[in-house]
């Protein structure tokens, strides 16, 4: 039997998929070599910089999305999350991967004005220069509306009697686009100042983001869900209780969530993206209605289980880090990915099939009997123990009857004892 792509080694894997033609040979290569940021690029990025830090990249396989497998790269220092992630990926194979539906990519960037001495005043001024105030953002970079994109709309929001925020929309086209958008709201602001009876307090996009929303779905036969002891229509029933249980509980909620951004994030940083805005715009999107409540929802229909996942994804495929970083380019080509909409699609895909792993476990075998097992090299670091002592630790921790940081010392105490 031929071995599985988990069963192989480092280098094993990345001939296997320069046979595939998912690696190029240049970029097996850079994988190879282990290369990462150099110093003096380090500290072109960031203040104060004293080392670069590492973090392990692997890859989720064969995420169908939209009748197209991708191999997605995912950087975390977690165990089992890319385990999870794969094997969310398989089971939706059955049901013929994941689809998605993305109807727009709009930033939101905002002038929050505050003093106002006549509110209706301003909102009829404001209303009045629209039109310009839109050539000025656009103007004050050109090259977004050249690419087809730029400032699209603005609306006027009142916060209170006195304070009000005026949004400006902008298609960011393939950036994340927080940087173009500052600058387009700093020269409608400049404008805007001396003619205004208020202040403006601040300019500065937005990272709540309902006008960049992407959805997955997938519908899965029940009998794909079965396990070897209970059967896949009462797997399904339990996936979609706890799917109702993340609604009704923030306590749930949270967790559930974590669990889908764990693969999202993972992919994020592979992607060079800034993922400190994609997490906060999440959860921001999950408390939309004054209720903290899981992103996903799965329910049985039709003899199938449906899961969809709904969420902002201010994702970018050019700009920003993507560059900089060495490996932005070739995890880009990995994964066969062209475009900012497709990185949006692919990444909120592998968000659910995360969910789908990790619903399973839960109301099947439970999360640490997976977890412990994929969590054990860990321990065995935690422990002590050296790169050459990581395997046969874990190997006699995987029979042991706690699986704890004193049996883990006690164990690689023993193994010592032998050499
Ligand atoms: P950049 O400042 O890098 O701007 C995008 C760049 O991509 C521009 O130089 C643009 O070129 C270039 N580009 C090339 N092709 C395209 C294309 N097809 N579509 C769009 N742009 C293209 O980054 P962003 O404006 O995207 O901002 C992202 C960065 O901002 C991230 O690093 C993020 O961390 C950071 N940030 C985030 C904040 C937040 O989230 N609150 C706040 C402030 C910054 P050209 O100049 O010719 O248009």
């Known amino acids: 039997m031929p071995k599985k792509f988990y069963q192989l080694s480092r280098l094993e894997r990345l001939a296997a998929l320069q046979t595939e033609k998912t690696l190029t040979t240049g970029d097996a290569a850079f994988f190879r070599a282990g290369k990462s940021l150099t110093q003096q690029r380090a500290g ?51 049901g013929g991967g994941f689809t998605t539906n993305q109807p727009q990519r709009l930033l939101i960037g905002q002038i929050i004005i505050i003093d106002i001495a006549d509110m209706k005043k301003l909102q009829l001024q404001l209303e009045k220069s629209k039109t310009a105030l839109l050539k000025i953002a656009n103007a004050a970079h050109p090259s977004l509306q050249q690419r087809g994109g730029g400032a699209k709309w603005l609306r006027l929001r009142p916060l209170s009697q006195q304070e009000l925020s005026l949004d400006l929309a902008v298609d960011v086209q393939q950036a994340m686009g927080a940087n173009m958008i500052n600058t387009m709201l700093e020269a409608v602001a400049a404008e805007l100042r001396p003619h205004l009876q208020a202040t403006i307090l601040m300019s500065i996009l937005s990272n709540h983001g309902p006008d960049n929303l992407v959805t997955a779905k997938v519908a899965l036969p029940l009998a794909a869900l079965s ?21 009704l509980d923030p306590y749930r909620a949270v967790t559930h969530n974590k669990g889908i951004m764990n693969g999202i994030t993972a992919a994020a ?42 969420l902002p994804l201010p994702v970018g495929f050019v700009g920003g880090a993507t560059k900089a ?95």
Request: contains cysteine; aromatic residues 4%.
């Open 325 to 419: 970083l060495p490996a932005v380019k070739p995890n880009q080509r990995l994964a066969h990915i062209d475009s900012a909409e497709e990185l949006m699609q692919v990444l909120c895909a592998l968000g659910l099939a995360q969910n789908l792993a990790a619903l399973k476990a839960l109301v099947t075998t439970g999360i640490q009997q997976g977890h412990m097992a994929l969590q054990v090299k860990s321990l065995a670091i935690s422990a002590g123990a050296s790169t050459d002592e990581v395997l046969p630790l874990s190997n006699a921790l995987k029979h042991a009857k706690t699986l704890d940081l004193t049996t883990a010392k006690q164990l690689l105490h023993a193994l010592r004892q032998q050499r």
């Open 44 to 94: 072109q990025l960031i203040e104060n910089q004293l080392t670069t830090f590492s973090l392990p990249e692997g890859m989720a396989r064969q995420l169908l999305v939209n009748g197209k497998y991708y191999q997605v790269p995912m950087v975390t220092e977690e165990p089992s999350v890319i385990a999870a992630a794969s094997n969310g990926a398989k089971l939706a194979v059955a």
């Open 227 to 247: 396990t070897a002891k209970i059967n896949g229509t009462l797997v399904a029933s339990k996936i979609a209780a706890a799917s109702r249980i993340a609604q």
């Open 269 to 310: 940083l592979a992607f060079g993206n800034d993922f400190r805005a994609i997490e906060s715009a999440a959860h921001a999107f999950a408390v939309r209605n004054g209720q903290y409540r899981g992103l996903s929802q799965w329910q049985v229909q039709a003899k199938t289980l449906q899961g969809e996942l709904t």
